[in-house]
């Protein structure tokens, strides 16, 4: 099964960039339905983003879009998440998740996605 290892969270200033990465292991990228969540303190887990195998298709959530873009290079078994434009309330650990053939009919559902990755946490100062 699918390892999978998020990097690039960090401190940024209102309105500044940010890039996550989401390195997979232990199963072939293209083979995974790949989205993006985030869980701020005190809340729920929310979508993000997502993209389907071959990057066709991608999703995203009102919050985020035209200031986020989700990638995959499946040749490298990385995904990315560009984030510009970045409020204080983006803020929250991002984590990367992956299903197994998915074909994302639900992908802003955190519970179709069995592979998790631990997170890693984005700081937004005002």
């Known amino acids: 099964q699918v390892q999978l290892v998020e990097t690039g969270g960090g401190l940024v200033q209102a309105g500044g960039s940010l890039r996550l990465s989401c390195a997979a292991s232990g199963g072939t990228l293209s083979n995974y339905f790949m989205g993006w969540f985030r869980q701020a303190s005190g809340k729920e887990r929310e979508f993000v983003a997502a993209i389907s195998r071959f990057g066709s298709t991608t999703y995203y959530a009102d919050s985020v879009k035209g200031r986020f873009t989700i990638s995959r290079d499946n040749a490298k078994n990385t995904v990315a998440l560009q984030m510009n434009s970045l409020k204080p309330d983006d803020a929250a650990v991002y984590y990367c998740?992956?299903?197994?053939?998915?074909?994302?009919?639900?992908?802003?559902?955190?519970?179709?996605?069995?592979?998790w990755g631990q997170g890693t946490p984005v700081t937004v100062s005002s």
């Open positions: 998740a992956a299903d197994l053939g998915g074909s994302g009919t639900y992908y802003y559902r955190d519970d179709e996605y069995p592979y």
